[in-house]
């Protein structure tokens, strides 16, 4: 099977080494079998703690979404919290995986109330409208996405690579610990690339509690290949009806077209 990570920016020079940690750290997770391979976007606002941000984005990264399953791929992974999910399964015929759809229905069967300690607070309100739109409001606590302070940024992001706990698991950590004391039993990670940081470095867990620290992204991805294995195998890859059904695709080409998007 060939699974492809689909980031929701430009490459980077300045951020090789992460890049590197997360291949290193996600793809040992998967089946033999299981090619992976990771794509960033021709082009990008590399932005998204906004809604309009976001929206132009996500335009983006379903057009890369299109190209990986043009180009043989029998697994679309969207490697970003703020993710046009219901956008990519409507027009792809492949399974489409997200992180934080993925690895919420993960955590549903590791404990009864989840929360996520995300990296922003605008990326708060993004992470909560999924929590809504999965249904899955009812089984996290309240209030239930929270942000470290200070904020992320890329100094921060590349600490974490050689030593997060310098700086990075003391931030989440306090978070965690007052999601803990409104009654979660599940913490995800709210960041595609810290997660997999965490879990090289054994952070796994908040000390004393108990309480997982998950990899939401390497879970995530663990997911995505069950959804494909599953389509391989038994044909079943999503509904056609209503929201999920592929619009006719010379109208979705005409519009793509009179947006220079092909």
Request: one cysteine or more; glycine letters at 6%; charged letters at 20%.
């Amino acid at each position: 099977m060939k699974l492809c990570w689909i980031h929701p920016t430009t490459a980077s020079d300045a951020l090789a080494p992460l890049w590197q940690k997360l291949d290193a750290a996600v793809r040992p997770a998967l089946h033999q079998g299981t090619e992976l391979e990771f794509r960033f976007l021709p082009r990008s606002g590399n932005f998204v703690r906004s809604a309009y941000a976001e929206h132009i984005n996500s335009v983006h990264i379903v057009e890369a979404a299109l190209k990986a399953e043009a180009d043989g791929f029998d697994g679309i992974f969207l490697g970003c919290w703020n993710d046009p999910l219901w956008e990519a399964r409507e027009v792809l015929s492949v399974p489409v995986g997200s992180v934080s759809e993925q690895s919420m229905l993960a955590a549903l069967a590791m404990g009864k109330r989840l929360a996520v300690v995300t990296v922003s607070q605008k990326t708060t309100v993004a992470i909560e409208n999924d929590l809504l739109a999965y249904g899955l409001r009812d089984r996290a606590i309240v209030r239930p996405v929270r942000t470290i302070l200070p904020e992320s940024d890329a100094d921060l992001l590349l600490g974490a690579v050689s030593d997060p706990y310098a700086a990075f698991i003391p931030r989440v950590e306090e978070v965690a610990k007052t999601c803990i004391a409104d009654g979660a039993d599940v913490i995800l990670v709210g960041c595609a690339y810290y997660g997999p940081l965490l879990r090289m470095a054994g952070y796994t867990e908040v000390p004393g509690t108990g309480v997982p620290v998950v990899d939401s992204s390497t879970v995530a991805l663990k997911y995505l290949e069950a959804m494909t294995d599953i389509a391989m195998k038994l044909g079943t890859v999503k509904s056609t009806r209503l929201q999920l059904r592929p619009p006719p695709r010379e109208s979705l080409d005409m519009a793509r077209r009179s947006l220079s998007l092909i």
